[in-house]
């Protein structure tokens, strides 16, 4: 079926029954074939080819060791001045380190460091300098071995430092486009990879952001990411793939992604969502400050587990863990 998206479309009542997304908790029975002309079919999974069947239902490998078997939270540590949501709280690296283990003492799965902020309008850092405010933190959380911890980072040379200090993953906004030497570099380290859909740069990115169809247009994009990483030697069980909210789009193509998050298993790759605080919750929720936006932030992480998503990135672990404690609950009858 050249040209064609598959959408598993989730069987919100297990009674329903279908086939299992990605080898996890949701489930579906049918999928929705989209295509570039405007045109759309619902189709049994049946129905589909297998290669696109065994993409949709296989289970995703482990990342960083930690397995994705059930739901898991990834727990922000900002080390930056000028975050947009806590900016300035966690700026030394004892304040960092401490708000890493908070984070774990309150459910986190993952932790991830950050020494440049990529809010709308934010300046550039140098390498430099974001080795200053995240290797220290890296280290200390690392030494803990409680968690995998990642970093937040667009520059491989950041990377590598990070790496070598105990980091797990490399979480790119850039989706390793940064640098001529991002993906290579990558490849080298033996670690996983977040690939991260964003519309021009952190300065500019939201500036009139414009697409043909946004879910399908970050989709081939992420497509074209994946593949050049496989070329490089990076397992495609070793990639992590995330649509970019608030990344160079306005409130309605948030909403486009959200809502059809569950084609992004198409892929093959596990799906990380970080939606937390972000502006969007807010201009529609009426929050205006971002640590307002707690209650907002979760319902879109329910959503989006709800569609199947592996890994959400969040600011409020407590909050958060607790509602998708009763999310399971209610799935499974059972608490975890």
Request: glycine share 12%.
């Amino acid at each position: 079926m050249s040209g064609a998206y598959f959408r598993p479309i989730i069987a919100r009542d297990p009674a329903l029954g279908g086939k299992p997304l990605a080898g996890g908790w949701a489930r579906f029975a049918h999928v929705e074939i989209l295509r570039r002309d405007g045109s759309a079919e619902v189709v049994s999974a049946e129905d589909l080819p297998e290669g696109v069947l065994t993409r949709l239902t296989e289970a995703r490998a482990p990342i960083a060791g930690m397995g994705l078997d059930r739901p898991r939270l990834m727990g922000i540590v900002n080390a930056t001045p000028d975050s947009f949501s806590d900016g300035g709280q966690f700026e030394t690296t004892e304040t960092a380190v401490a708000q890493g283990a908070r984070l774990i003492a309150q459910g986190a799965d993952m932790v991830d460091v950050g020494g440049e902020s990529t809010r709308p309008g934010a300046a550039f850092v140098s390498a430099a300098e974001e080795l200053t405010r995240v290797l220290p933190v890296i280290e200390a959380l690392a030494a803990r071995g409680d968690v995998p911890v990642s970093v937040d980072t667009r520059k491989p040379e950041v990377a590598r430092e990070a790496v070598a200090a105990g980091a797990g993953l490399f979480n790119d906004v850039s989706a390793l486009s940064f640098a001529a030497e991002s993906v290579t570099e990558a490849a080298s380290l033996g670690v996983p990879v977040c690939l991260m859909h964003a519309s021009g740069d952190p300065k500019t990115m939201q500036d009139n952001p414009q697409y043909e169809n946004v879910l399908l247009d970050v989709y081939d994009y992420l497509e074209g990411r994946v593949q050049a990483c496989e070329a490089a030697g990076i397992a495609r069980s070793d990639i992590v793939i995330d649509p970019g909210i608030g990344f160079g789009k306005t409130v309605a193509h948030n909403l486009a992604l959200i809502s059809g998050l569950s084609l992004f298993h198409g892929l093959g790759c596990a799906i990380l969502l970080g939606a937390s605080r972000k502006r969007f919750i807010g201009t529609l929720g009426g929050a205006e400050g971002a640590q307002d936006r707690v209650a907002g932030s979760i319902a879109v992480g329910l959503e989006a587990l709800a569609q199947g998503v592996q890994i959400l990135r969040v600011h409020d672990m407590a909050e958060t863990k607790q509602a998708m404690r009763l999310w399971q609950a209610l799935q499974d009858g059972t608490s975890r």
